[in-house]
Every structure is written in structure tokens, then in C-alpha cells.
């Protein structure tokens, strides 16, 4: 096993455009997370998954955005008619909840999406 | 509202010294989880070091310690013998739910000095 992978690593598009990135999480992970990180700050929490379910959404996450997990695997991130604000690193991660402590995280080497 | 502060942008360090870097947080709640994390060029998160709240003791991975200051709200990361792979940015994060929806500060860029 390598890691949480994510693809593509970089991505440009035209304002406007939708897009959409893929995030496979270590294999045995039941929980997957979404974060944005822009430049200059730490990532922020967007979303996160346990299973194929969608547990907790953030603020951040627009209607213009969705995320899907459909088999509780690998997870999609989409952004629809894309703004130049949503230029960011996307960020997944990856984790095995089954206690009640915080466990250990497990981050890809995100996608840097922009936005011209 | 949670917010966790890193107010050195930037430090540096002559390698095989050592160096503190700060955090600080707020937080109205008294079980929470702390967290430093190193991204290197490549981009990816590492952790560093975890810190649970309900513990005492501050935790120490090998050249990594912390100086957990609970009432303060302070969470420094010391780094002893520096190598020239330290170099990294450096985030502290705060955890309130046990969920990894993390909080993380601003950052702070560490070069270290041949």
C-alpha cells in the first residue's frame, strides 16, 4: 500500500469550467476527509466521509461543490462553474475510526486546482 | 469558535541545534486533541506529534517534544538536533471532536542552516 493517493496532481481550468478530483484513501481507512489549503494558510476542513456516508459538511463547502464516496473506497470531489476563488491545493486524507480517540491521519500530496 | 495561532511565520535553525516553535489556541472545551504537522515541498501532510488534552504528560517521537501548557493554551514544538530534513512548514492543529476535522493555524516556515 502507498498512501492516499490523488489525481490529478495539478489541474487548470477556465472560470466557469467544472472539475472534478479523485482521492483513494489507504485501504483499509473506513474515514475520508476533504481540505482546502490556500495560499499562505493552513488547510481548512471541507468534508468527511465514514464509509460511503457523508457525516459532516463545512461552511466552506458551497452548493457549487459536492462529494461523493459511492462504495465507501476511493471519494470525487467536483466543483461546478468554478470561480478564481476556488484556486487551492485540495487536499485528502484518510483515517481507521474505531475508538474514541482522534486517530492518526493520513494525508495525499493534494491537487493544486486553478482557476483562470 | 476554535482558532489556533502561529506567530512565527518564519524560523531558523543551524542544524544539530535546537528550536521551539509556538502555538497557541482557544477553545472553550477541556477534551481536545493537539497536533503538529509537517508539509515538505512535497506537499504532503505529516504528523509530527499528537498531544490528548486529558494527558499530563507532554508527548515526545524521538528528536520531537512538546510543552503542552493547558491553562496557557499553548502548544510549542521543540525540535532537538536539527537535520536539514526538518526543513519544512510546520502546522499545529486542534481537534475537538476526535473526528479529524481539524482546525490548523497559519503555519511556520522552518529553514535549517548547514
Same mark, same amino acid.
Given at each position: 500500500d502507498t498512501g492516499v493517493s490523488q489525481d490529478p496532481r495539478h489541474k487548470i481550468t477556465k472560470r466557469g469550467q467544472n472539475v472534478t478530483f479523485r482521492c483513494d484513501p489507504?485501504? @483499509?481507512?473506513n474515514r475520508l476527509y476533504w481540505y482546502r489549503q490556500t495560499l499562505g494558510q493552513g488547510p481548512e476542513f471541507l468534508t468527511y466521509f465514514q464509509n460511503e456516508a457523508q457525516l459532516e459538511k463545512s461552511r466552506?463547502?458551497?452548493?457549487?461543490f459536492s462529494a461523493e464516496r459511492p462504495k465507501g473506497s476511493f471519494s470525487t470531489l467536483e466543483i461546478q462553474r468554478? @470561480?478564481?476563488?476556488?484556486s487551492a491545493m485540495y487536499l485528502c486524507a484518510s483515517s481507521l475510526s474505531g475508538g474514541a480517540l482522534s486517530e492518526k491521519l493520513f494525508f495525499g500530496s493534494g491537487t493544486q486546482l486553478s482557476v483562470l | 469558535a476554535q482558532t489556533v495561532t502561529q506567530s512565527q511565520p518564519e524560523m531558523s535553525v543551524q542544524e544539530a541545534e535546537t528550536v521551539t516553535l509556538s502555538c497557541t489556541y482557544d477553545t472553550s472545551e477541556s477534551d481536545y486533541y493537539l497536533f503538529w504537522y509537517k508539509q515538505p515541498p512535497s506537499r504532503q501532510m505529516i504528523l509530527v506529534i499528537r498531544q490528548e488534552a486529558y494527558k499530563q504528560q507532554n508527548a515526545t517521537e524521538n528528536r520531537f517534544s512538546v510543552n503542552f501548557q493547558k491553562a496557557a493554551k499553548s502548544f510549542s514544538l521543540k525540535i532537538s538536533d536539527?537535520?536539514?530534513?526538518?526543513?519544512a512548514m510546520y502546522f499545529c492543529a486542534f481537534d475537538q471532536?476526535?473526528?479529524?476535522?481539524l482546525f490548523f493555524g497559519t503555519g511556520t516556515r522552518l529553514t535549517v542552516i548547514p
Open positions: 489507504i485501504s @483499509e481507512h466552506l463547502l458551497s452548493d457549487r468554478t @470561480e478564481q476563488g476556488d | 536539527s537535520q536539514l530534513g526538518d526543513a471532536t476526535g473526528a479529524n476535522n
